[in-house]
């Protein structure tokens, strides 16, 4: 037996060097080769063009922080920290912000992130515009895709309301909503493959941060080994199912 102090510095201190090794190796910032080879197997995947990764966030529970008030208090009733990620059509993460409050809401966390920020300042080195596959039509810029949550800008594509929808906006949610998905079937694989992440997490708030940042990187790390069709089959026919409404939902 080991006391609670020497297994949270081990905890602590494996977390941070295993961060520290895989982070530039499984989660490095795409260039614009790599952000276009991502939006081919959107299309080839979802069959929505231009696209460059799916975002949202997850919200891992956490024992209440101590003297943090009701920071981390969500709505449903539990204390979290929040996940927000951008994932690409192989379910692995391409971005990661791991700790804001779990009272903010995705938008917020979005606009406050490195990756939200890189974003309004054109910094991810993203391809230029061009026409849609099969298309004539004036070039269209590559996108990010998320749910209602989100703010449409150049970047980033939300469904439609779902009031007196055309057809043509029926099926444009539809194939949105596909690639949507992918993030949310990310974040599924993560938490069945390591299962702390299903229970509030005893630990204190910097090292369960830490924890949710290697799990995320061991993620992308064993998918990359094992192979991107490897669990795919299940998850392609989870998105059907998921994917049989018109309207996206959080």
Known sequence: MIGKSTASNIIKETCCAIWDVLHALVMCKPNKEEWLKIAETFYKTCNFPNCMGALDGKHICVIKPKRSGSRY??????????????????????????????????????????????????????????????????????????????????????????????????????????????????????????RFLHSPMNLKLENAISAVKVACALHNFVRQRDGFNFEDLLLHSMQSTNCTGIRSHH
Not at 113 to 142: H, I, K, R, V, W
């Open 73 to 194: 208090f969500k709505y449903r009733k539990f204390f979290s920290v929040v996940l927000f990620a951008v994932s690409d059509a192989n379910y692995c993460f391409r971005y990661i912000d791991v700790g804001s409050f779990g009272s903010s809401s995705d938008s917020a966390v979005f606009a406050h992130s490195e990756f939200g920020q890189m974003l309004n300042n054109d910094a991810l080195d993203l391809p230029g515009n061009t026409t849609l596959p099969g298309t004539a039509d004036p070039a269209m810029p590559f996108v990010f895709v998320g749910d209602e949550a989100f703010a449409l800008s150049e970047h980033l594509m939300r469904p439609y309301s779902s009031r007196g929808l055309s057809l043509e906006r029926r099926v444009f949610n539809y194939r949105l909503t596909r690639a949507r998905r992918v993030v949310e079937c990310t974040f599924g694989i993560l938490s069945n493959k390591w």
